[in-house]
């Protein structure tokens, strides 16, 4: 498949961009400093800006998804959704937060009296995106959250996935690697299954 891969140079977009081509899919990989993207078989580099549809869109064109690995709070959604529309690609795929995720029928992990300030702001613009999506935003969308505690690790390809609801292991840890919520993403790039909705991959 050919796939865009917007903030290919993240933590998360890096291991992303890493498992689709373990894969065999061809990517461009967008950032705004293509300067961190080492040359890569089967990988176009290109700078762009989700807050720039004119210049997006023509790079996402051709394409049989995007995938948006980018901070929620330097998202501008609107204008991403814009230039997704104008290319004519058939599907977005989010990098969310864990922050809205349900801890509780009706209570968000966000809302709860321990979630940490200083990833408030961040987890608060990632529920408003997803919200936003929910409204009907005249693409395919899927949006993927990582469990509470995400991190560099191993890619065991062993996971559990769920709904709305927070993963907790047997321990009373929520917990995912950034390899293995790769391969929980481009599993759904491959062969989708939650069109128009969230789901999340924990232990």
């Not at 176009?44 to 023509?58: H, N």
């Not at 509470?148 to 996935?161: D, I, K, N, V």
């Not at 709305?164 to 299954?193: C, N, R, T, W």
């Amino acid at each position: 498949m050919n796939i865009a891969l917007i903030g290919a140079t993240g933590n998360v977009g890096s291991r992303i961009l890493a498992e689709l081509r373990r894969r065999g899919h061809a990517v461009t990989a967008i950032a705004r400093d293509v300067r961190k993207l080492p040359p890569q078989d089967g990988v176009t580099a290109k700078a762009g800006d989700t807050g720039d549809a004119g210049t997006l869109a023509p790079l996402l064109a051709g394409h049989d998804a995007v995938i948006s690995s980018t901070r929620f709070q330097g998202l501008d959604l609107a204008s991403l959704l814009s230039a997704i529309k104008v290319a004519g690609a058939k599907r977005l795929l989010v990098v969310g937060g864990a922050g809205s995720l349900e801890v509780a029928p009706g209570v968000a992990l966000i809302d709860t009296p321990d979630f940490p300030a200083a990833y408030k702001a961040e987890a608060e613009a990632g529920r408003q995106v997803l919200n936003a999506l929910r409204q009907g935003p005249g693409v395919e969308w899927t949006f993927l959250s990582p469990s509470a505690f995400f991190y560099a690790g191993e890619r065991t390809g062993t996971f559990r996935l769920a709904d709305d609801q927070l993963l907790v292991d047997a321990a009373g840890k929520s917990h995912i690697s950034y390899e293995d919520f790769a391969v929980a993403l481009v599993d759904e790039v491959e062969s989708p299954v939650h069109a128009n909705r969230r789901f999340t991959v924990g232990y």
